[in-house]
């Protein structure tokens, strides 16, 4: 999605042009036309291959109306101010507080501005930092989308420089004797967020599949997970150890049994003597609405468990089984690995 809210962002470089450098706008327009230009044939590749891939794509930013524009506004002010990567760990709420500290520091910055005379340098930072956000906001409440605040507000990461520039210029030219203190705790926060951020939170899920792995390296194993999410399937495939047999199944919920039981019942299905199985929490994509529909599908894939894998009158019962978790909500799974009697 931030690709293509992109645009709001190259709309605001326009407003720039026209706003501080007016008498060279068409030398300005031309830049931002080639570069339009450019991009043409990627965003109608791109686009088509994400409505062929995701066909309900408008419905997932559906607005649920009432104040969901404004705190989604201060959410992503907070998170990209002040939280960082935390926010895919912590309650909407704390972002929601995060992000109305951030409204007050950058609306004193600019009170502050304003009043000793640096209104350039504010107009500058203004439209460099609110203006695409006001611009992304105005067309969400237009349609009745949540395009601002959708992925903790990751798609409008191009408004994090121009709000950092206005607080850069406040520390400049109004903080005077404060100006070391300032920017100290202003590292010193942000060190402290980011440090705490790769040593606090767990990234090895996918490290801990790839050592069930290698635990036996030559062996045939069939790793199949209910989420077909790129995110799920790419870390996957990257972590996956070279030089090992190993196949990845990965498909929506619904459609991981039939799929499974396939690949089982097929020419190579009795070369596996292991099998992995990811069951995810939160599968991102075609998730499955209920929890009766959740049964019914971990039923399905027992049972060709059972008769395709194990090959037994009796459940089949994972040799191992543990909990995996990453930094955010969605990187939820149990791990069940199965092996083969006699392989």
């Avoid at 407003?15 to 300005?28: E, S, T």
């Avoid at 439209?127 to 395009?147: E, M, Q, R, S």
């Avoid at 005077?176 to 790769?198: C, E, F, K, Q, S």
Wanted: net charge positive.
């Amino acid at each position: 999605l931030t690709q293509y809210l992109f645009a709001h962002w190259v709309i605001t470089l326009g407003i720039f042009a026209l706003a501080f450098d007016r008498r060279r706008w068409w030398q300005h327009g031309m830049r931002l036309g080639i570069g339009v230009l450019l991009t043409l044939p990627w965003a109608w590749w791109g686009t088509r291959q994400q409505l062929r891939n995701r066909p309900n794509l408008g419905g997932q930013f559906d607005s649920a109306g009432g104040f969901q524009h404004l705190t989604d506004a201060a959410q992503t002010l907070g998170n990209h101010l002040v939280l960082g990567d935390w926010a895919t760990s912590l309650p909407v709420e704390v972002s929601t507080v995060a992000g109305t500290m951030a409204i007050a520091l950058l609306a004193a910055c600019a009170i502050s501005l304003w009043r000793i005379g640096e209104r350039r340098s504010l107009a500058v930072a203004f439209v460099l930092g609110i203006v695409p956000l006001l611009i992304a906001l105005t067309v969400d409440v237009v349609t009745n989308k949540f395009t601002v605040g959708f992925g903790q507000g990751r798609t409008l990461i191009y408004i994090l420089p121009g709000c950092l520039l206005l607080i850069a210029t406040w520390l400049l030219q109004a903080s005077g004797r404060w100006l070391p203190p300032a920017i100290a705790a202003l590292l010193l926060l942000h060190l402290t967020v980011g440090v705490g951020d790769y040593t606090l939170r767990s990234r090895a899920m996918f490290h801990e599949v790839a050592d069930l792995i290698r635990q036996a390296p030559t062996a045939p194993t069939l790793v199949a997970m209910n989420s077909n999410a790129w995110g799920h399937v790419l870390r996957l495939a990257y972590y996956t150890p070279p030089n090992t047999s190993v196949r990845l199944l990965a498909r929506a919920p619904a459609k991981l049994a039939p799929s499974l039981e396939k690949v089982l019942q097929g020419a190579e299905g009795s070369k596996y003597s292991r099998l992995i199985f990811l069951d995810s929490a939160k599968p991102v994509w075609s998730a499955l609405k209920t929890e009766t529909q959740k049964q019914t599908e971990k039923r399905k894939i027992e049972k060709v468990l059972q008769t395709a894998f194990c090959k037994s009158k009796q459940p089949c019962k994972p040799t191992k089984t543990q909990q995996l978790s990453g930094t955010m909500d969605i990187d939820q799974f149990t791990v069940n690995l199965y092996t083969r009697s006699g392989k």
